[in-house]
């Protein structure tokens, strides 16, 4: 079924608010993390977020079982989100706004890759050179021999590989799992594992830094619900690159409340990076004929969080016969 223009343009206008918000996120993360350990950080901002999602399981029509279809995976899904959310608050904490996202964004182009082995898609030579140009930008970005490669870079990478992680296996088990199981088992693992470690590294917070972190919360929730409203109005080639509208706000953001000026480096890897990962997602696009899309059915942001983030999404398709791609 076609989709009018205008509708197409309400999806692009509520996925750019959507990615306006988790920006605005990132930031409070980014000031919190300037202060406190990121275990405490994720611990407090997943605790806010609680009360929101028993909201949620209140209006789920499916049931009240929370047992898994596929426990498994469900259980690798959720450790992969607990070190995601670690290591990418981590970095927001130590590393330039701009340079964090220019990393992250290197998550799409892992989904293409892990899509190989993970779910047994085909990736031809096309797409295949365009991951490979967008992981030389992540080179750009990161200098090696020049830059002093440091625990923020190797954070910010582990981050892009569990996100792109995360979106895989969602992509393989999203149709069949229950979205309160695919929300509910990585909370509570982020609450007892940040729990865990927080009488290591707990400094008490004033009620403002306290307020920082529910909001970290509700952001999260209403840019994903706006996301999610996104994804139902407009294709998903016309929503997805609109997460790269990250990087704008993250040089605003990053000149205005940090002192961080855009570098060089960063400016062209970041380039690079987001070019291969719009040519991947049109790639996967054109002309509607082939199924072989993890990027596009991943239907989240490259950059991770430990409250919800991306949509469940459908169980694989049979690949089609054009490996051109």
Request: charged residues 10%; glycine residues 8%.
């Amino acid at each position: 079924m076609a989709v009018d223009k205008a509708t197409q343009l309400r999806g692009v206008a509520l996925a750019l608010a959507s990615f306006a918000i988790y920006a605005t996120h990132d930031v409070l993360i980014k000031y919190l993390g300037g202060i406190y350990s990121p275990f405490q950080i994720v611990f407090f901002s997943v605790l806010f977020g609680f009360p929101m999602m028993v909201l949620f399981m209140m209006r789920d029509a499916q049931g009240v079982s929370l047992k898994p279809v596929h426990p498994g995976w469900t259980a690798l899904r959720t450790s992969i989100i607990v070190v995601n959310a670690a290591t990418a608050f981590y970095a927001f904490s130590v590393l330039p706004l701009a340079q964090t996202y220019a990393i992250l964004f290197a998550a799409p182009l892992l989904i293409t890759l892990l899509a190989i082995p993970m779910l047994g898609e085909r990736v031809g030579l096309r797409r295949g050179a365009a991951v490979g140009v967008g992981l030389c930008g992540v080179l750009i970005v990161l200098q090696p021999g020049v830059t002093e490669f440091s625990l923020g870079h190797l954070a910010a990478l582990v981050a892009a590989v569990c996100s792109a992680m995360n979106a895989v296996i969602m992509r393989k088990i999203g149709g069949a799992e229950r979205a309160v199981v695919l929300l509910l088992y990585p909370m509570i693992a982020n609450v007892v594992v940040m729990g865990a470690a927080l009488p290591f590294v707990y400094r008490p917070m004033p009620g403002l830094d306290l307020l920082a972190a529910a909001i970290i919360a509700a952001f999260a929730l209403f840019a994903t619900w706006l996301l999610i409203l996104a994804y139902r109005v407009a294709p998903a080639a016309k929503v997805a690159p609109m997460q790269y509208s990250q990087i704008i706000w993250a040089t605003i953001f990053g000149a205005l409340f940090f002192d961080e000026a855009l570098e060089w480096s960063t400016a062209i890897g970041t380039a690079v990076i987001v070019a291969s990962g719009i040519y991947i997602v049109f790639r996967e696009d054109r002309g509607g004929r082939s199924a072989t899309t993890p990027v596009l059915r991943s239907r989240g942001r490259a950059v991770p969080s430990p409250l919800p983030t991306s949509t469940p999404i459908a169980g694989p398709a049979a690949p089609p016969p054009d490996t051109s791609r």
